[in-house]
């Protein structure tokens, strides 16, 4: 009876868990973003097609662009960032496991056979010794373990558990953050490819003209400074198409390290940029930034500082250990199961830490103190999601005015120059004219080109920022 009440005893004090209980940290969360507040009626912030029938995750679907569809998934197969965050994930899931065992006994079991000769000395010289042959067989079994009293396991476990969850974060935030950089420098190779178009093809307007003003020159319309003039704006552009190879080859060695690929094996075919950014919503919703990984990171790692301060309370309490020993022994095996030869030991044990200097008080004092840094750092991802939020349509906002004001520019100007050649050809302007005319050309379509690209960078930047796309699944 005495055994019963110590057994139910134990099993009602393991269900106490010393240290506090987990209650996430509130956190004021504005209703809209402060950017849509300053959007004009006529925005371009619109209703966009939530397409529902994309697979969830996969948010550069939304640029419709197979090229880009295959090399993130290319990506998310090879990526070595990746794989790298899936091992980590894999050990802190086994760290769970390893965590839960502490839950239940500890067996171990042992056998050996020996074989003994002893010999007993004569007692008179006449004697002869007498010498014995003995073997002995044993099997024994044993156990021992330890009642989580006061929560000690069941917070690490929590612990562990948090920490599993942290790093399943962590995977989709690191996940997220190589997606949307291939996706950026996919969008800024497009963008360097259409800055190579532009200047090739300046490169002709240019050698076309250059040969119009040998002809004026030998018509006695043009001087020699004009030629040179032209020469010289010619072999700056030939220099400008050069070097822009520079930039298109190290985005595309980039693109090829991204999707696990040496640069030696991996081109992409010059495709300048046609891409739109995609239709934003009128309004996001802040809740939308609850799906951000690296903010369910933090909140998790939260969950973990919590649950560590009560394993380290737990150490201030005593700890029993029960073990049990039995088994077999005997000279062989077929006397192993006549109850004689059948011995057991039970051991319960009680150690209690008297004096440890203060070593335990300055472990809790680290845990609340480690707990305490974590809701901070919490806090201040979520603030600098919101940020980041914000950094992004700023800079969609401006950058979609600029690049209307820049198409309408680039009209404008290879209007002007069309009208200045057709006077230079008439012999009404001079060749000077002609070439600021070229040049402001030349910079108005290469500004709209690189606004273009920025605007599609941005859009991928947008969609990160919150935790990948506008749309609640």
């Known amino acids: 009876m005495k055994h019963r009440v110590i057994i139910f005893f134990t099993f009602f004090l393991s269900a106490c868990a010393v240290g506090p209980d987990y209650v996430q940290p509130s956190m004021q969360m504005p209703v809209e973003y402060k950017e849509f507040a300053k959007a004009p009626d006529d925005a371009v912030w619109k209703i966009a097609d939530p397409q529902d029938m994309q697979a969830r995750g996969q948010w550069w679907l939304i640029f419709n662009d197979p090229q880009l569809n295959q090399l993130e998934d290319q990506l998310n197969i090879s990526n070595q960032t990746i794989i790298n965050a899936k091992a980590n994930y894999q050990q802190a899931h086994a760290m769970v496991n390893e965590a839960r065992a502490a839950f239940f006994p500890i067996l171990t079991g042992s056998g050996s056979i020996t074989r ?239 004096f440890d200097g203060g070593a335990r008080s300055a472990q809790v004092d680290a845990a609340r103190a480690a707990y305490e840094a974590s809701v901070a750092s919490y806090r201040q991802t979520v603030l600098s999601a919101f940020q980041d939020v914000e950094d992004q349509l700023v800079a969609l906002r401006i950058l979609d005015a600029q690049s209307v004001l820049l198409e309408q520019a680039a009209v404008n100007a290879q209007e002007a120059l069309i009208l200045v050649i057709n006077q230079y050809k008439a012999g009404t302007v001079a060749y000077a004219s002609v070439a600021n005319a070229e040049i402001s050309a030349f910079t108005a379509q290469k500004n709209l080109a690189d606004i273009q690209g920025l605007r599609m960078t941005t859009a991928v930047g947008l969609i990160k920022a919150l935790g990948g796309g506008w749309k609640l699944f």
Do not use: C
């Open 116 to 354: 003994q000769r002893q010999t007993t000395s004569s007692i008179t010289p006449s004697d002869h010794a007498l010498t014995t042959i003995l073997d002995s067989h044993s099997a024994l079994l044993d156990a021992s373990w330890e009642p989580d009293l006061w929560g000690s396991v069941r917070r690490n476990v929590e612990a562990n558990v948090a920490g599993e969850q942290a790093s399943a974060a962590l995977l989709a935030s690191t996940r997220l953050s190589v997606q949307a950089l291939l996706a950026q420098s996919y969008f800024q190779l497009q963008a360097l490819d259409s800055d190579q178009k532009i200047l090739d093809d300046t490169v002709l307007k240019y050698e076309k003209l250059l040969q119009l003003t040998q002809h004026q020159y030998n018509a006695g319309v043009a001087m020699r400074a004009d030629i040179v003039q032209a020469k010289t704006v010619l072999q700056t552009t030939q220099a400008q198409a050069i070097n822009n190879g520079i930039a298109r080859a190290q985005t595309e060695h980039a693109v090829s390290v991204l999707i696990g690929k040496p640069p030696a094996e991996f081109s992409l075919k010059p495709s300048p940029l046609t891409a739109t950014p995609p239709s934003i919503p009128v309004q996001l919703p802040s809740v939308l930034l609850e799906r951000r990984p690296d903010i369910a990171q933090a909140e998790r790692l939260m969950a973990q500082a919590n649950a560590k301060i009560g394993v380290a309370i737990a150490a201030y309490f005593p700890s029993i250990t029960l073990s049990a020993t039995g088994g077999f022994v005997g000279n062989g095996f077929s006397h192993w199961f006549s109850m004689p030869l059948f011995n057991w030991a039970l051991s319960p044990q009680l150690a209690q830490t008297i």
